[in-house]
């Protein structure tokens, strides 16, 4: 029943996008990001094979398959501009609208699926690396959540699963340890043996160097992907500076892009990167980066299989474009109406 409901909905949004394309509303958001200058940063985190993408324990919401990801970078080649993160300059008007490919993480699969892709349509890529975890099977907690909780009988569902993931991130690292042991133990007791995916491993330095040398572009992600927001800020500071000092150290260049593990920042954590030199960030919140946008926090649109693709489950341009530009106009239009407002109300000081 559930696939029935999944597929269902995928329908009523490809319809809905449809409209908006027939409509002109989709052709007028492109054209005020254009007209703005806008640059519209792409977040993903996982492309896979056919084989590994059912193999896999990260989430759905992270995971592109590789057909799908081969026509979503054909299609921004053909019709858009791809631009490198670092390089890019919001604000400047352009005949396209610009778009800039990041991927989160690390991956080992960035380098033997989505990077010989890239490489082939030339396209500039920025991969966000967590130091502490590089070459290492299943090093992130999720993944072993969702091993675990898929194992146990009667398997748990993706929501029920997702439910517990986000759960867990408000929890201290002693705590959320303890949660997986209690989850490891029950299914022990249920005789099942679970092991990591031998695909969910973390890229190595040898592939990151062939990378950096074919100009892919690398960023900081932490040293081993803790929530800033959620840990001491000599804690964070640590987890900024170290990772930074093993990219400069291994890649032999500065590093000044960061990307904060799970979208999580505050002015505190601004200001922490600030100081430690880097000149741009870029967030999980949905948006287009335009000449307003803070440096430090640089909004991006998440991409994964749900949502660029259509009824028929492969690539659709009208998904891809509703789930960007669209969506993307929409958000950046409402932050500018509560900035307006906020700058509306009166000082404590006009009083």
Known sequence: MKPVL???????????????????????????????????????????GEADYLRTHSLPGIVVRERTFRELVAHVVGRYEPVDLRAAEPGKPSRRIRVAFTFDDGWSDNYSVAFPITREFEVPLTVFLCPGLIDQNSPFWPETVVGLMRAVRPPAEEAEVEAVIEGLKKYATEAREQHLLKLSEQAQEQGMSIAPSDVDRTLSWAAITEMDRAGVSFGSHTLTHQILTRIPLDTARQEVRQSKTAIETALQKCCDAFAYPNGSWSSQTRHLLAEEGFQLAVTTERGAWTATCDRLAIPRSNISEDNVVGPTHRFSP?????????????ATKAKSRLEFRANQQPTPAAL
């Open 6 to 48: 999944g597929n269902a909905r995928r329908v009523l949004r490809w319809l809905w996008a449809g409209m908006l394309v027939t409509s002109g509303c989709l052709w007028w958001a492109k054209r005020q990001l254009r007209a703005g200058g806008a640059v519209v940063p792409l977040m993903l985190h996982r492309v896979l």
């Open 318 to 330: 009208t998904m891809f474009e509703y789930t960007t530009f669209w969506k993307s106009w929409r």
